[in-house]
């Protein structure tokens, strides 16, 4: 029982666990005596374990709406807002270019040397790449600022749980399951645009996000 317990570890540090971020611990909670191994503890520190899809990534869930997770939530969103929008919307596009499905799905692989060549050989691209400031660097020179600015996206995404590097030699990363809880926040924000306020939006976050969690009893997963 191990890997529950390292499970355990992460979600109680508020990681997704998917089949590319922490494989192992998605094993041991895919397992039915995992899983409600994993529901029981949670209940008893006040917390549920919910999953994004039938075959996605699980977390730690409140049982009941607190400021803690009111804040968490207003975080998430501002960070989405202000931050890894445009980063998701760039890589579409990028995607789009190439001829794939613009929407980014849990273990599809990116390439840094791929994408920035993929940049540079793209007017409008190289542009909205070079317009996101939190990308910029003075000290890098013009020469290597596509690949640098390519480096700090791909980094943000990791730190953010996004993104896990699989090939360090050829710089390969793979999306983790946590995207898809990214595509449902991107949605609700987009939905809810003209009346949305930070206030609000913990008001409302329940009811529109689309969020399974798996029975105590391990069986079947309910929606809430």
């Known amino acids: 029982m191990a890997k529950i317990e390292s499970a355990l570890k992460h979600l109680a540090k508020g990681d997704f666990i998917c089949s590319v971020h922490f494989p192992e611990e998605f094993d041991a ?10 529901s029981e503890w949670l209940q008893t520190i006040g917390y549920r374990l919910a999953r994004l899809s039938d075959e996605g990534a699980f977390f730690m869930a409140y049982e009941v709406p ?3 997770m009111r804040n968490r939530f207003r975080e998430d969103l501002k960070t989405i807002r202000n931050r890894l929008e445009p980063y998701v919307g760039f890589m579409e596009t990028l995607r789009q270019a190439q001829g794939r499905n613009p929407q980014i799905q849990a273990g599809d692989v990116v390439w840094l040397t791929e994408i920035s060549e993929e940049v540079r050989r793209s007017a409008l691209l190289e542009r909205r790449l070079s317009d996101m400031r939190d990308l910029a660097d003075a000290r890098v020179a013009d ?10 996206m791909f980094n943000l995404l990791e730190n953010e749980g ?10 390969g990363y793979t999306f983790t399951g946590k995207v898809e ?3 449902q926040l991107i949605a609700f924000i987009a939905e809810n ?3 949305l306020s930070d ?3 913990v008001d409302q976050i329940d009811s529109q996000m689309r969020i399974d969690t798996p029975s105590p009893a391990g069986g079947e997963d309910q929606k809430p």
């Open 66 to 68: 607190t400021v803690e």
């Open 193 to 195: 645009t003209p009346h």
């Open 199 to 201: 206030d609000e939006v």
């Open 181 to 183: 809880y990214l595509y």
């Open 29 to 38: 909670l895919q397992d039915p005596m995992g899983r409600t191994k994993a």
């Open 143 to 152: 020469g290597g600022a596509t690949l640098h600015r390519v480096q700090r």
């Open 162 to 171: 996004y993104l896990v590097e699989t090939n360090a030699t050829s710089k």
